[in-house]
């Protein structure tokens, strides 16, 4: 079968694609989606409309693939390796062959990059159930949380020195605890501008999280053993996977960070037939943002697919 459009990715952005695309009840639409990106893992979105006391990624896909159900939209299990452009017949429209890691081949007429970006997380026992409940990494949605709270930043270098000194305008008791490695020392001008705002800081390397509950954060389990208490931890490490390698084989424009350059109307990148939504584009990566853009995508999926459809009625 050679679908409408392949959406690659379903979360946030790609699963609010497939509902907006699905409520045309004009096209054949699949999400093909390795179910590991950033959705997966947060506990809780608190900066949600309709959510104050918040909503778990796992709870806002599980609600999203029985929309996406009522709309005949079909999601695969797979995660695409491959793309490449074959003929479609047409100098204005693109045609796509896909390849996952099963085996299994897709083509389609359009096709909307929605892989995401994921976070450069340490592998500590007990850190990934507090993710989005008392440890966080974006301070744009999560910075509210810590307000006036005991707060750990636990990263490297001056990305981790970066993000205690955007956190200060929420919460003056930081400590920053340097994973440090000769690569990714703390630069002298971010170090005395650490101190100048107080924020404590210290080469200590960490070997687990401690957590009460259900992902309350208790201690930093340093290496030799000893704990750092604190009510709440950012972590910042830099280096995020932008998942944009499909994009760049089909040769559309790239930004410098690796994430993909689109039209700001339509969502659509530089190859046609190509659109890209959600944190893979160059935005704020935000949830709620990446929502928006899918939707936005897709309305203009669905102008490109009827004016092809209309072509070849003539």
């Known amino acids: 079968m050679t679908y409408d459009c392949i959406i690659v990715g379903g979360g946030l952005a790609g699963m609010q694609a497939g509902i907006q695309l699905g409520r045309y009840d004009a096209h054949r639409v699949l999400i093909v989606d390795s179910e590991d990106g950033r959705s997966t893992l947060c506990r809780r979105y608190r900066n949600f409309l309709g959510y104050p006391d918040g909503v778990s990624g796992e709870e806002l896909r599980r609600a999203g693939r029985r929309q996406l159900g009522e709309y005949g939209i079909l999601v695969a299990r797979d995660t695409i390796l491959a793309a ?16 996952g890691a099963n085996g299994a081949v897709y083509e389609t007429r359009a096709m909307l990059l929605a892989t995401g970006v994921m976070d450069r997380l340490p592998d500590w026992p007990g ?4 993710l989005g409940l008392t440890v966080f990494v974006c301070p744009d949605c999560d910075g509210y949380e810590i307000r006036g709270r005991e707060t750990l930043v636990l990263g490297r270098g001056d990305v ?3 993000m205690a000194l955007t956190l200060r305008q929420w919460t003056g008791r930081l400590v920053y605890l340097r994973q ?3 690569a990714h020392p703390l630069g002298p001008d971010l170090a005395a501008r650490l101190d100048a705002a107080g924020i ?3 080469i200590a390397p960490v070997r687990a999280i401690r957590a009460a509950g259900d992902g309350v954060f208790q201690t930093a389990v340093l290496q030799d053993g000893t704990e750092v208490a604190a009510d709440r931890a950012f972590v910042a490490f830099g280096g995020n996977e932008v998942r944009s390698g499909l994009a760049e084989q089909l040769g559309a424009r790239m930004h410098p960070n690796r994430h993909v350059w689109t039209d700001p109307r339509t969502k659509q990148t530089t190859v046609p037939g190509l659109w ?6 160059f935005h704020s990566e935000q949830a709620t943002v990446a929502m928006g853009e899918g939707a936005q995508a897709a309305i203009w999926i669905h102008k490109s697919l009827s004016g092809l459809a209309e072509k070849e009625r003539h």
Do not use: N
């Open 276 to 281: 890209a939504a959600g944190d893979i584009a």
């Open 127 to 130: 850190l990934r159930p507090c």
């Open 200 to 202: 404590a800081h210290r």
């Open 84 to 99: 490449e452009h074959v003929e479609s017949g047409a100098e204005d429209a693109g045609a796509f062959r896909l390849r």
């Open 180 to 182: 440090e490695d000769e």
């Open 160 to 162: 981790g020195a970066q």
